[in-house]
């Protein structure tokens, strides 16, 4: 199992939701909602912080991962480039 990076901001998990689909549809305070449309459309809100906590960013792989029948290997090496 692919260790997850430690310093990933939001702002960079926001440009890999973007890349895979999502769309950002509201911004309140430090979070930010992306939804993915279509017939398996997936909505998901990201903290827009300088850095994720480990739990979080999992959280969110893991929750992304199976809406968009991503591995959480795959996931993390797009995060990496």
Known sequence: MARLP??????RLIVLLEAL???VVRRK?????L???GPDAHGITVPNHAGLRIGTL??????????TRTTREELIEMLGR
């Open 58 to 67: 999992a959280a969110i792989l893991q929750e992304v991962g199976a809406a």
């Open 21 to 23: 689909g999502y769309r």
């Open 6 to 11: 430690r310093d990933v901001s939001g702002a």
């Open 35 to 37: 939804e993915r449309p």
């Open 29 to 33: 305070g430090s979070h930010v909602r």
